[in-house]
């Protein structure tokens, strides 16, 4: 399983990014895609999840209204689109998958994942 996180880079508050993770090397049916961050000297965060096969999604309440995950099934693709950025959003994000189907509150604990990508940084700028 191979995890691919790409589109991070560096924007001034109040601008937007893409971030794209490509999943290659399973079926992703039933299965869960999250977004998550780390800024230095902090805790991982949850951002945001999409259950694969339903669409369900859920946020973290520091980015809900701000950042919209989606999916695109035929290419295993997940986006966050990041609007209204914050210097506070500065962090690496990773995107990860839950083999396990639960309910969506599940996934806001990255215990709960099995697989990570390698991180993208994202960095604001004031």
């Known amino acids: 399983v191979q995890l691919q996180a790409s589109g991070g880079g560096l924007v001034q508050a109040g601008g937007s990014l893409r971030l794209s993770c490509a999943a290659s090397?399973?079926?992703?049916?039933?299965?869960?895609m999250g977004w998550f961050r780390q800024a230095p000297g902090k805790e991982r965060e949850f951002v945001a999840n999409?259950?694969?096969?339903?669409?369900?999604?859920g946020y973290g309440d520091s980015v809900k209204g701000r950042f919209t995950i989606s999916r695109e099934r035929a290419k295993n693709l997940v986006y966050l689109q990041m609007d209204s950025l914050r210097p506070e959003d500065t962090a690496v994000y990773y995107c990860?998958?839950?083999?396990?189907?639960?309910?969506?509150?599940?996934?806001?604990?990255?215990?709960?994942?099995?697989?990570w990508g390698q991180g993208t940084q994202v960095t604001v700028s004031s």
């Open positions: 990860a998958i839950s083999r396990r189907y639960a309910g969506m509150g599940y996934y806001t604990d990255q215990s709960r994942y099995d697989h």
């Open positions: 090397g399973l079926t992703l049916n039933n299965y869960n």
């Open positions: 999409i259950r694969w096969n339903d669409g369900s999604i």
